[in-house]
C-alpha cells in the first residue's frame, strides 16, 4: 500500500471513529492526510469505498483477535482470553474499535452473525464446564464484554481491572 493511500485511510478511520461517517466530507478526509481530494477518488472512487476499505481490514483484526481462543481447547482458558480481549486491545487500534462499535447501528454494516462461530466456542467452553444453559451464558457474557468494551473505549482502561477480575472470579478461571 502507498503512503498517501495509507494517509487517507488513516485520516479517514480517525474522522469517521469522531465524527461519523455521514459527517465526514471527502474534502476533510484529504485535508487531514495532506492530499488531493481526487486521489481519494482515485484510489476509493467515493467515500463509501473508503469505508469498505477499512470495514475490509476489520475482518482480518477480527480474526487476529480471536484466533487464540479459537484455537484454545481448555475451556477455562477460552472463557480467560474472552474477558481479557477488551484489555488486550492496544490504545493505537481505539479509532478502529470505536468505528466498528458505532457501525452496529448501520444496518449495512451489522452482521450478527459475524462472531458466531466465537460465541459457539464459548458456549461449548461454557458446556464443557457444565453449565446449565451454556448458550445464554455465552450470550450474557458476549453482552457484558460488549458492554465493557463501549466503557473502554469511552472512558480507557482505567479503573477496569476490578470488573475484569470479578469476571475471572466469577466464571472460576
Known amino acids: 500500500m502507498t503512503d498517501k493511500k495509507e494517509k487517507i485511510l488513516s485520516a479517514a478511520l480517525e474522522l469517521f471513529a469522531n465524527d461519523g ?28 469505498g ?16 480471536f484466533t487464540p481462543m479459537m484455537q484454545e481447547e481448555n475451556p477455562k482458558k477460552i472463557i480467560e ?6 484489555f488486550s486491545v492496544d490504545e493505537s487500534q481505539r479509532s478502529f474499535w470505536k468505528l466498528q462499535f458505532m457501525l452496529k447501528w448501520q444496518e449495512e454494516y451489522y452482521n450478527p452473525d459475524k462472531l458466531k462461530p466465537f460465541l459457539d466456542k464459548i458456549a461449548i467452553a461454557f458446556k464443557e464446564l457444565g453449565f446449565k444453559k451454556p448458550e445464554l451464558e455465552a450470550k450474557h457474557l458476549e453482552q457484558v464484554i460488549e458492554s465493557l468494551s463501549i466503557s473502554i473505549l469511552r472512558e480507557g482502561k482505567e479503573g477496569k481491572e476490578a470488573f475484569k477480575e470479578f469476571l475471572l472470579e466469577k466464571y472460576n478461571v
Request: glycine residues 6%; without cysteine; aromatic residues 8%.
Open 21 to 48: 461517517f455521514n459527517a465526514t466530507s471527502t474534502s476533510k478526509i484529504a485535508q487531514k492526510a495532506g492530499v488531493s481530494e481526487g486521489l481519494i477518488f482515485r484510489h476509493f472512487d467515493n467515500k463509501k
Open 50 to 65: 473508503l469505508l469498505n476499505a477499512i470495514m475490509g481490514e476489520a475482518e482480518s483484526r477480527l480474526m487476529e483477535l
Open 81 to 86: 482470553m474472552y474477558i481479557e480481549m477488551p
